[in-house]
């Protein structure tokens, strides 16, 4: 998903409504948001998370919100079930699958 924003066009990162609202822990956020546009789906039943107020330097402006269809998991589950060896088809996007495999990643 390309979006134009701030006089350009950009293939925005997806984050969780959860993991935006951590974004103030994170190393470095206000370089993230100086680098990225953050694009956040809000889970269904619950309030968005307003990126004003997380005090990130930087941050207007660069959080999209958008829909899309809920699909009911978790990344922890996505992880427990990777270390687990069981199968993620349907659960992620093909492409994430295949990083994911690739790269050995959450064994």
Same mark, same amino acid.
């Not at 103030?24 to 100086?34: A, F, G, H, K, S």
């Not at 899309?68 to 199968?87: K, L, M, T």
């Given at each position: 998903?390309?979006? /134009?924003?701030?006089?350009?066009t950009?293939? +925005?990162v997806? &984050?969780?409504?959860?993991?935006?609202a951590?974004? !103030?822990n994170?190393?470095?956020? #206000?370089?993230?948001?100086?680098h990225?546009?953050?694009?956040?789906? +809000?889970?269904? /039943?619950?309030?968005a &998370?307003? %990126? %004003?107020?997380l005090?990130? !330097?930087g941050?207007?402006?660069?959080?999209i919100?958008? $829909?899309? +269809?809920?699909? $009911? &998991?978790?990344?922890? @589950?996505?992880?427990?079930?990777? %270390?687990a060896g069981?199968? @993620?088809? /349907?659960? &992620? !996007?093909?492409?994430?699958?295949?990083y @994911? #495999?690739?790269?050995?990643?959450?064994?």
């Amino acid at each position: 998903m390309k979006v /134009g924003i701030l006089g350009g066009t950009f293939d +925005p990162v997806h &984050v969780g409504h959860l993991a935006l609202a951590d974004l !103030p822990n994170w190393r470095e956020p #206000e370089r993230i948001v100086r680098h990225a546009i953050l694009a956040v789906a +809000p889970r269904e /039943g619950e309030l968005a &998370v307003d %990126a %004003a107020t997380l005090g990130v !330097p930087g941050i207007a402006g660069r959080v999209i919100s958008f $829909d899309c +269809p809920r699909i $009911d &998991v978790s990344s922890s @589950i996505i992880r427990e079930r990777v %270390a687990a060896g069981a199968d @993620i088809r /349907g659960l &992620v !996007p093909e492409r994430v699958r295949a990083y @994911i #495999e690739e790269y050995a990643l959450y064994r």
